[in-house]
């Protein structure tokens, strides 16, 4: 799965791996959780790549209450062109997220003591060179019976890849960067070859601290590499986030 990603890169860099006109309006976020607006690439209506913001959550069309969002950060990349939420969506409305790193907790071995608890710990997660990269994702927009509306999105995943199988069984589909055309363009629906894990050479992980738990922390202190995290740091900034309860019909 995925539930919080990173994107520090200057506006510069984002607009120059993207193809966007010019820099956007972005500033550094350090632990971007679900719920939030998050920044997305997607074809515009006249045929330019554009740089848009939308909730992290994604909201059909056809939903009563858009809390659902909130179940929707993420979608299995395996059944996209089966599930009803998703089918159209997957041939029309693909977009990317830009980003530098995402987190995912690593269950260790419990410590010394009777009746010790497994604990996670905190990975940073991303290009071995530190490069930045863009997530898989789909978007829709909902309106209410007041014709408001609400623009959405969900982060695509796959299997994890043998870099990461030891952190978590799934990880977010990372688009190769010379694949970006043919993932972003709506009038291509052949893009099924893209749904596999990022090569497992190409990526690095290390630990960071738990104050990540907390989404209020903010900042690149986050993404800084850290030895063993002491219990007592855990219990200071709370437990690790949980992951969604996708729907089953999803």
């Known amino acids: 799965m995925c539930g919080r990603y990173e994107l520090h890169s200057n506006p510069a860099a984002i607009a120059l791996a993207f193809g966007l006109a010019h820099p956007p309006d972005v500033h550094a976020r350090y632990n971007i959780a679900p719920m939030t607006e998050v920044p997305i690439v997607r074809v515009g209506t006249e045929g330019q790549r554009e740089l848009v913001r939308m909730r992290w959550g ?13 179940r929707m950060i993420n979608a299995r990349g395996e059944t996209l062109a089966d599930k009803p939420s998703f089918r159209m969506l997957y041939r029309r409305h693909r977009c990317l997220l830009p980003a530098d790193g995402f987190y995912e907790w690593m269950t260790l071995a419990p410590g010394a003591g009777a009746g010790a608890a497994p604990r996670k710990e905190a990975q940073h997660i991303g290009m071995a060179d530190r490069s930045l ?26 299997e994890a890849n043998a870099l990461l199988r030891p952190v978590h069984d799934r990880m977010p589909l990372i688009v190769p960067r010379e694949h970006y055309a ?64 996708q729907e089953s019909l999803f």
């Not at 059909?60 to 969002?69: E, V």
């Not at 990269?133 to 796959?158: H, P």
């Not at 989404?215 to 690149?220: E, L, N, Q, S, T």
């Open 182 to 245: 043919r993932w972003l363009d709506p009038a291509n629906a052949d893009v099924a070859d893209l749904i596999a894990p990022y090569p497992a050479e190409a990526m690095a992980y290390y630990p960071v601290s738990s104050r990540v738990n907390n989404v209020r922390h903010d900042d690149a202190s986050l993404i800084e590499r850290v030895a063993a995290i002491p219990a007592e740091e855990d219990a200071d900034h709370g437990p690790p986030p949980h992951p969604p309860e």
């Open 58 to 70: 994604l909201v059909p069309r056809w939903a009563k209450d858009p809390s659902i969002g909130a």
């Open 133 to 158: 990269f863009g997530l898989a994702g789909l978007y829709e927009r909902w309106r209410n019976d007041s014709d408001e509306v609400l623009d959405t999105c969900t982060i695509v995943t796959t």
